[in-house]
């Protein structure tokens, strides 16, 4: 079955530090990918996407590339600001349509200190 | 922006009890979703739901679990006896048909099985 690993939590920087969260997964077919950010209180929210290898998602400064070879997705910004302070989750789906259903990581914590 | 909602946002109630938790998607999508996320674990798919039935359910949807949209606008979940082990936070989720299928979450119920 589908599955995602993200490398253990929390992670703490200093504001316009440098962020790699990293993700890989095992999945069935060409699975498409994502990343999720939980702000405190609030629902789960598409942070960026990629449907098919190579495909880079970006979003608010956040970056990831799809790594077939590497079978990972590692999420990337440069400079991270207080507002960044999220739970992030790395998804995948291997199908379209009523039967996507997401597969979760188990979602980092980042706090980012002024 | 149209959001998710779901009410309420903790649920307290006692071992063996039903509860319902409620969910009002975005009005134009046609897939619906349950998945929930027991405290430090990964979030984990409940449910799908389309065209006014189950698409698919995990090992987890047991008979215990029901879904419903009783009107246009509400999707329910249901727990008939609760369990200790059901504690955790609920996510409602819905999507339109796309090919990569977004899904838009919302802030989730808090369940605590006493």
């Known amino acids: 079955g589908n599955s995602v690993t993200q490398m253990e939590g929390p992670v703490t920087l200093s504001e316009e530090a440098f962020l790699t969260i990293n993700c890989t997964y095992t999945?069935?077919?060409?699975?498409?990918l994502f990343w999720y950010v939980q702000y405190p209180g609030e629902g789960l929210q598409l942070l960026l996407k990629?449907?098919?290898?190579?495909d880079k998602g970006s979003n608010k400064g956040f970056e990831a590339t799809y790594r077939k070879e590497t079978t990972s997705f590692h999420l990337e910004k440069g400079s991270v600001q207080v507002s960044d302070s999220a739970v992030y989750f790395c998804?995948?789906?291997?199908?379209?349509?009523?039967?996507?259903?997401?597969?979760f990581g188990k979602g980092i914590t980042l706090s980012v200190r002024p | 922006e149209p959001e998710v909602t779901q009410t309420p946002s903790h649920q307290v109630t006692q071992m063996g009890q039903e509860v319902i938790l409620r969910c009002v998607p975005i009005?134009?999508?046609?897939?619906f979703y349950w998945y929930r996320q027991i405290l430090g674990q990964k979030v984990e798919f409940l449910v799908s739901f389309y065209n006014n039935e189950i698409s698919e359910k995990s090992e987890i949807f047991d008979d215990q679990f029901s879904v419903e949209r009783p009107d246009g606008s509400n999707f329910t979940l249901k727990i008939r006896s609760t369990k200790l082990e059901d504690s955790a936070m609920y996510f409602c989720?819905?999507?339109?048909?796309?090919?990569?299928?977004?899904?838009?979450f919302g802030p989730g119920t808090r369940l605590t099985v006493l």
């Open positions: 009005s134009n999508h046609l897939y």
């Open positions: 998804a995948l789906t291997s199908a379209t349509g009523a039967n996507s259903k997401l597969t």
């Open positions: 990629a449907t098919k290898a190579d």
């Open positions: 989720a819905s999507s339109e048909l796309t090919s990569y299928n977004e899904q838009f």
């Open positions: 999945a069935t077919g060409y699975p498409s």
